[in-house]
T-cell receptor
């Protein structure tokens, strides 16, 4: 059972371009979470999704950021018109269930976004 | 919303000593408390977790305690080894929704 897969591992974008980050959860997991980590800082919650639904997006900036988790395919975190302040590591995590056994969240390797 | 505070921010110990990291949370609805270890440039990895119906859990050299009344939980590492050096994050999970993380503790174990 492959773990949570994120790609690309490293992404360089010029200011004003779009960044697309992909996350394939562990097999059988239907809960996906995105976190942002600035250098030397902690993990900040961005968004929680289930298949085809956004459950909690309270950590997402109001503009330029969007996320989806379609019925088929990976979850996508999309950042439009990137700025230097978007440079960070973006981690995706997935869990089997919400509550009870299987609540454990497993993280992907992250995508390190650099905006130049 | 939930707020998690973590102390200390850095912790230096000698190999073989014990290390204790403490966290407090604010939302009484939180019922799941995992701990993650993150090595430099790598993903956070779950090392131990505890649910609100349990006061203590142990796994070899690692233990976690939970005091629901005081809203705090702690990670205890005994007989520390250099490979325990990493950043450790606590988290709280209100209503089994998102994880809210503490700010991390950088643990350095010197040989």
């Amino acid at each position: 059972n492959a773990g949570v897969m994120q790609n690309p591992r490293h992404l360089v974008r010029r200011r004003g371009q779009e960044a697309r980050l992909r996350c394939s959860p562990m097999k059988g997991h239907s809960h996906v979470y995105w976190y942002r980590q600035l250098p030397e800082e902690g993990l900040k919650f961005m968004v929680y999704l289930q298949k085809e639904n956004i459950i909690d997006e309270s950590g997402m900036p109001k503009e330029r950021f969007s996320a989806e988790f379609p019925k088929e395919g990976p979850s996508i975190l999309r950042i439009q018109q990137v700025v230097r302040g978007d440079s960070a590591a973006y981690f995706c995590a997935s869990s089997l269930n919400r509550g009870g056994d299987g609540t454990e969240a497993f993280f992907g390797q992250g995508t390190r976004l650099t905006v130049v | 919303g939930e707020n998690v505070e973590q102390h200390p921010s850095t912790l230096s110990v000698q190999e073989g000593d014990s290390a204790v990291i403490k966290c407090t949370y604010s939302d009484s609805a939180s019922n799941y408390f995992p701990w993650y270890k993150q090595e430099l440039g790598k993903r956070p990895q779950l090392i131990i977790d505890i649910r609100s119906n349990v006061g203590e859990k142990k796994d070899q050299r690692i233990a976690v305690t939970l005091n629901k009344t005081a809203k705090h939980f702690s990670l205890h590492i005994t007989e520390t080894q250099p490979e325990d050096s990493a950043v450790y994050f606590c988290a709280a999970c209100p209503g089994f929704q998102k994880l809210v993380f503490g700010t991390g503790t950088r643990l350095l174990v010197s040989p």
